[in-house]
């Protein structure tokens, strides 16, 4: 059965710091991997996603991801955090069955100190 | 800008009711998608429907139902709610193939 896993419930940066959300999925096959972001009180919010090809993936907001097959890691970075960022980030995986359903992590929520 | 559209951000209802909530989106996509949101459990799939009156159950629908008579509208309804259903409930649409979920802003649900 396909899982994913979100290490670390909560992570608290200094502005200005690098980041790395660390997610780890269990699928059968090359999976179809996506990072939402979600701020409070709102929906998700599509960061990036990794379908095939380069396994660097360039998203939204200055947000990149690394596709690691031989770890099963799909790893969320930035280089330089802003305050702005602070909110919850959910790794997701999804089915290549054809119903496209797609099985969520349990996130992990950033602080980020001014 | 493509929309999901969910038309309550809060909701407060009494133990036993029946409640309807309404997802509508204007990007023709043919799949939809109601999770629920807990704190420590992430998102957990109730229902999804992949056409017009086609509906499939997701992980947890025991106590939920759906409706889907248009393709732009995907209904949840709690047939009797009870209070372990408060909870954030998030509806999602995507086109068929893998190019991500649009999520609406979500309905906070309180059972009391």
């Known amino acids: 059965a396909q899982s994913v896993t979100q290490p670390d419930i909560h992570i608290t940066v200094s502005e200005g710091a690098s980041l790395e959300l660390r997610c780890n999925y269990s699928?059968?096959?090359?999976?179809?991997l996506f990072w939402y972001v979600q701020s409070p009180g709102q929906g998700l919010q599509l960061l990036l996603k990794?379908?095939?090809?380069?396994?660097l993936v360039q998203g939204i907001k200055g947000f990149e991801a690394e596709f690691k097959r031989s770890q099963s890691s799909f790893n969320l970075r930035k280089p330089s955090v802003h305050w702005s960022d602070a909110a919850e980030y959910f790794c997701?995986?999804?089915?290549?069955?054809?119903?496209?359903?797609?099985?969520f992590g349990t996130g992990t929520r950033l602080k980020v100190l001014a | 800008d493509v929309k999901v559209t969910q038309s309550s951000r809060y909701l407060v209802k009494r133990t036993g009711e029946k409640v309807f909530l309404e997802c509508v989106q204007d990007?023709?996509?043919?799949?939809m998608f109601w999770y629920r949101q807990d704190p420590g459990l992430g998102l957990r799939l109730i229902y999804f429907?992949?056409?017009?009156?086609?509906?499939e159950k997701g992980d947890i629908p025991e106590g939920y139902s759906v409706s889907r008579e248009k393709k732009e509208r995907f209904s949840l309804i709690l047939e009797s709610a009870s209070t372990n259903q408060t909870s954030m409930y998030l509806c999602?649409?995507?086109?068929?193939?893998?190019?991500?979920?649009?999520f609406g802003s979500g309905t906070r649900l309180t059972v009391v």
């Open positions: 999602a649409s995507s086109a068929t193939g893998i190019y991500g979920y649009t």
């Open positions: 699928y059968g096959a090359t999976p179809y």
């Open positions: 990794y379908f095939s090809g380069d396994t």
């Open positions: 997701a995986v999804a089915s290549t069955s054809g119903t496209y359903k797609y099985i």
């Open positions: 990007m023709d996509h043919e799949n």
């Open positions: 429907s992949y056409d017009v009156k086609m509906k």
